[in-house]
């Protein structure tokens, strides 16, 4: 059964750190670019950042820019999407997702694999 569970999210004020997992299970996470995406009730799903399968491409988002990292351990079958200074806007579920396809970008209507998202709170 093909899988990605996303963890690592919570509660944390302006200006922390987390850093979200995404573990996948039931297939070879690294022959495919895996994509970070989030959303907010009300709005649609917006994509965040892409690592393609080899690590060797990264695209992030305007607005998180310089401020999350996206990487990845495919022996460990394992993205990571490390966020600093985090801002009261960056406050969504966060998902991890894969077209199964090994470049990015990962297009939300082309998704063949979604998580179930784990939710980022910035707040004081």
């Known amino acids: 059964q093909v899988q990605l569970v996303e963890s690592g999210g919570g509660l944390v004020q302006p200006g922390g750190s987390l850093r979200l997992s995404c573990a996948a299970s039931g297939f070879t996470l690294g022959y495919y670019a895996i994509g970070w995406f989030r959303q907010v009730p009300g709005k649609e799903r917006e994509g965040v950042s892409c690592?393609?399968?080899?690590?060797?491409?990264?695209y992030y988002r305007d607005s998180v820019k310089g401020r999350f990292t996206i990487s990845r351990d495919n022996a460990k079958n394992t993205v990571y999407l490390q966020m600093n200074n985090l801002k009261p806007e960056d406050t969504a579920v966060y998902y991890c997702?894969?077209?199964?396809?090994?470049?990015?970008?990962?297009?939300?209507?082309?998704?063949?694999?979604w998580g179930q998202g784990t939710q980022v709170t910035v707040s004081s």
């Open positions: 690592i393609s399968s080899s690590g060797g491409s990264t």
């Open positions: 997702a894969t077209e199964s396809l090994s470049n990015c970008p990962v297009l939300a209507p082309k998704v063949a694999y």
